[in-house]
């Protein structure tokens, strides 16, 4: 395990408020220490690059950029909820 990821903050039950503080440090630790990473995992989950812009230049940008990241996964989960991926049909092809 990395030292960031010591500071990912898990969901088990916890009541919304304590996970949202909990992804808040680990954004402000990855702000502090390597804030190339957080670039990447901001990229990876497709935040607007316009709004993490905003965010890091807001009085709070942990707390912001923690928002964004959070919103992005739940509309990420909502879509697939939605558009289920359509079961793998057998490619006549790829059959020996």
């Given at each position: 395990?990395?030292?960031?990821?010591?500071?990912?903050?898990?969901?088990?039950?916890?009541?919304?408020?304590?996970?949202?503080?909990?992804?808040?440090?680990?954004?402000?630790?990855?702000?502090?220490?390597?804030?190339?990473?957080?670039?990447?995992?901001?990229?990876?989950?497709?935040?607007?690059?316009?709004?993490?812009?905003?965010?890091?230049?807001?009085?709070?940008?942990?707390?912001?950029?923690?928002?964004?990241?959070?919103?992005?996964?739940?509309?990420?989960?909502?879509?697939?909820?939605?558009?289920?991926?359509?079961?793998?049909?057998?490619d006549a092809d790829l059959?020996?």
């Amino acid at each position: 395990m990395t030292p960031e990821e010591a500071f990912l903050p898990t969901y088990e039950g916890q009541p919304e408020p304590v996970f949202l503080q909990a992804l808040e440090a680990w954004v402000a630790h990855l702000i502090a220490r390597d804030p190339e990473r957080l670039r990447q995992i901001l990229y990876r989950i497709d935040v607007s690059e316009s709004d993490a812009g905003n965010a890091a230049l807001s009085a709070e940008p942990a707390r912001e950029l923690a928002r964004l990241i959070a919103v992005r996964q739940i509309r990420k989960w909502r879509y697939r909820q939605q558009n289920p991926p359509a079961p793998p049909q057998d490619d006549a092809d790829l059959l020996w």
